[in-house]
């Protein structure tokens, strides 16, 4: 028992120290963004021999959706000749099709790719498949509800002018805010995300994230890696650690703004944040012992790369900790550090939200000249709460999986915006 | 004794309670201000998003040119003198209007001075203009000029000191003879050339020549190449004398860029920190876009030619 005891105290201190550590990364992160040195992309770059690019856009059942973004990317300032569009049609069983092929009809780089029957169905496969068919060095992908500003294809590519950049990533913002509660919360979950995170790592020459969406890769590169693995639900994750690890980096554009439809349910959010952890998980098995090994990474790029790396996995522990607290106190053995617990709770109470804490996300809300809004911050203790259980269940996924060798199966998030035009 | 331990109790549980409903009352402190936006939805559009955007270095001198256009379509006769116009639905404008020829330097306070033809200004000590300044045709200025904005639809000559708070935008070719404050923005859809001293943040012309004739490059010399991109992490000091050398690509560093002699890049510069063009380098090709990018710092010396368009968020100096 006594062992049994000592190991949970353990545990608690483990906890602690490691809630700390993500609360002064948010802290430096959040300092760098007000106070520190400000890293340009190339977006300031005026240079008229643009790369040819090849824009993918994965799509399963989305109707709804379908008209805005390539309307959007048929106004893109981008030179037509130099680009082409390749909405990947994921057997769709809606009007998808049908959609695409209108457009294919108007316009000659608009070369839809339908994949019917046997193929198997996920993100992975069809970027796979457009892969194969694709023109362009540059490949720019879009998910399906996204609605790009007409320079943002410039935005982007032009930072391809630098030989180390293996990927670029651009900011996500939602279109529906003020739909709900959870689209508001969401809101400024993305913006602590972007504008503070997200270019801080950026700033500080670290790993800023490429996210699968309002951004691109190397084709050359890619396929180097072998393709994109259909094993993995977090490609994005994925490729980011590939690209770290080949002595390439990310580049992150918070300029190019990009909106996006955001969960409006707290069902389909669930199921994206648990699809989110798992695949994360699955990166995390996957990347920590070579990202551990490398040579290519300096120290804080490993520091930050770990971290990164285990997001998904500290609400999962922080569930554990809870546990473990009752037990202890049910047991009268809270003791464990008096003069540390004040800070320690001081350290908890911090990091609600765990991806974006509160302090993160005002810094982004002053940075984007909002106000009113940030009122809502002390709602996100029940997002961290909601957070906390399905990222924990997105562990668990990601856990079976490694050990059952089973597969992942790819699911779509919802969509919700009503189709007024055409 | 016995009252006394009842009053103690009393004030004890009191004091539970008081501590008690302070502690509740602070914990939904927060969460009432949450649920006051919540309901009155104050805040709650989405971050706006300007979906029009796209990079263009003409954008100041073209935005307003279209609000002056929309104005003076409603104008049945442009007389020289006052005249007060909407030019954009929030505010009436005081325009002074003036035929081609010459115009008095003087203090136009926050009148938009409109030249309809080509004009010179050159008499007085100074020429003054806290809003914009528009000439339809070609302008030369011939004293000392200090305006917020110009915006030139024919050539620009300068022979003295220009001070722009703003933005310029010239259609035509521009020359600047004497030391000049370009600006922000400066925009010129011809040939810029500079004989003299400037400071700026953002330049961009069909070619920009300091210090240079017009000609365009020849090779002496059976020059090297270099192909591909140079990328160094710690800066680039190019310096040449002699053989030319030609690299046909970019260079790129974290750290500050040099470019010295007979160097002609025909990629972009970008650099982290300041870049440097000094004595006779070329930056891009005729016909084509290039750019020169120093966030912290571009400063050019004696002679330099740019194809295109040089930016920094720090101090831009020409150097003659």
């Keep these: 028992m006594d062992i049994l005891i000592f190991l949970l105290k353990v545990y608690m201190f ?42 993918f856009i994965p799509m399963h059942n989305e109707e709804k959706v379908a008209n805005y973004i390539l309307d959007a990317l048929v106004e893109q300032v981008y030179p037509k000749n130099m680009m082409e569009i390749i909405p990947i049609n994921d057997h769709s069983n809606d009007r998808t099709k049908d959609i695409l092929d209108d457009y294919a009809s108007k316009y000659s780089y608009i070369k839809p790719l ?159 944040i648990r699809r989110w952890s798992r695949g994360h998980n699955q990166v995390l098995f996957k990347h920590i012992l070579p990202l551990l090994r ?10 930050d790369g770990i971290l990164l790396l285990f997001i998904y996995m500290v609400p999962f522990l922080m569930l554990l900790g809870f546990l473990d607290a009752l037990i202890l106190f049910f047991s009268g053995e809270m003791e464990i550090f008096p003069s540390f617990l004040a800070l320690s709770f001081i350290m908890a109470y911090n990091s609600f939200g765990n991806f974006a804490p509160f302090f993160q996300i005002g810094v982004a809300g002053f940075l984007d000249g ?7 911050l002390p709602l996100f203790y029940f997002v961290f709460l909601f957070n906390l259980w399905y990222t924990s269940l997105g562990f668990i996924d990601a856990l079976t999986d490694l050990i059952t060798r089973r597969r992942a199966e790819w699911h779509k998030t919802e969509r919700f915006r009503e189709n007024q035009r055409r | 004794m016995a009252q006394d331990r009842e009053i103690q109790g009393e004030s004890a549980t009191m004091t539970v309670l008081e501590v008690m409903l302070i502690f509740i009352l602070l914990l939904i402190a927060p969460f009432s201000f949450a649920l006051i936006e919540y309901y009155r939805k104050k805040d709650a559009q989405q971050l706006d ?60 306070g926050d009148y938009i001075v409109v030249i309809d033809g080509y004009s010179k200004i050159e008499e007085g000590d100074k020429f003054i203009s806290r809003k914009e300044v528009i000439s339809f045709g070609n302008l030369i200025i011939r004293i000392h000029t200090k305006v917020r904005a110009l915006l030139v639809k024919g050539g620009l000559r300068v022979e003295k000191p220009l001070e722009i708070t703003r933005w310029m935008h010239v259609e035509g070719d521009c020359y600047i003879m004497n030391n000049s404050d370009l600006g922000i923005n400066c925009y010129c859809k011809g040939m810029l050339y500079i004989k003299a001293g400037c400071s700026f943040k953002r330049i961009f012309a069909k070619s920009i020549i300091v210090g240079m004739k017009r000609e365009e490059e020849t090779l002496h010399n059976d020059p090297v190449y270099i ?10 000091n190019l310096k040449v004398y002699g053989r030319e050398t030609i690299i046909e690509g970019n260079v790129i560093s974290d750290g500050d860029i040099i470019v010295e002699g007979s160097v002609w890049i025909k990629g972009n510069i970008v650099s982290n920190n300041c870049v440097t063009l000094m004595r006779g380098c070329v930056v891009g090709e005729y016909g084509k876009i290039k750019s020169v990018v120093g966030k912290k710092g571009v400063k050019i010396v004696s002679n330099a030619k740019i194809y295109g368009y040089i930016h920094t968020d720090g101090e831009g100096v020409i150097e003659v």
């Design chain 1, 14 to 55: 483990f906890l602690m120290f490691m809630i700390m550590l993500y609360i002064v990364r948010h802290f430096v992160f959040t300092y760098n963004r007000i106070c520190g040195e400000q890293r340009t992309s190339y977006h300031d770059v005026m240079d008229n021999d643009l790369p040819f690019v090849s824009v």
């Design chain 1, 114 to 272: 339908h994949r019917l029957g046997d193929e198997p169905r996920g993100k992975p496969y069809a970027l796979n498949d457009a892969l194969k068919v694709a023109k362009g060095e540059i490949i720019v992908i879009y998910d399906a509800d996204y609605i790009p500003p007409k320079g943002q294809l410039r935005e982007l590519v032009i930072n391809f002018i630098d030989p180390e950049v293996g990927a670029v990533m651009g900011r996500v913002v939602p279109i529906n805010t003020p739909r709900n509660l959870l689209t508001r919360l969401l809101d400024l979950e993305r913006s602590g995300g972007y504008q503070v995170d997200q270019q801080a790592r950026y700033n500080l020459d670290l790993i800023p994230q490429y996210g699968g969406t309002v951004g691109g890769f190397r084709k050359s590169l890619i396929l180097d890696f072998g393709g994109f693995d259909p094993r993995v639900l977090a490609e994005d994750t994925d490729l980011t650690f590939k690209i770290y690890l080949a002595d390439y980096r990310v580049v992150y554009v918070n300029k190019a703004e990009c909106y996006e439809e955001a969960p409006e349910s707290w069902s389909v959010r669930a199921r994206q």
């Design chain 1, 294 to 303: 490398s040579e290519n990474l300096s120290f804080w790029q490993k520091v």
């Design chain 1, 370 to 376: 909002v106000s009113q809004r940030l009122r809502l």
């Design chain 2, 49 to 108: 998003i300007n979906q029009n955007y796209s990079k263009d270095p003409a954008y100041f001198g073209n935005s307003f040119m279209k609000l002056l256009n929309k104005s003076l379509e409603h104008v049945a006769e442009r007389k020289e003198g006052l005249m007060e116009i909407e030019i954009s639905s929030k505010k009436k404008e005081r325009l002074l209007f003036f035929s081609k020829g010459s115009i008095i330097g003087k203090d136009y």
């Design chain 2, 227 to 236: 192909k591909g991109t140079l990328r160094s992490k710690e800066g680039l």
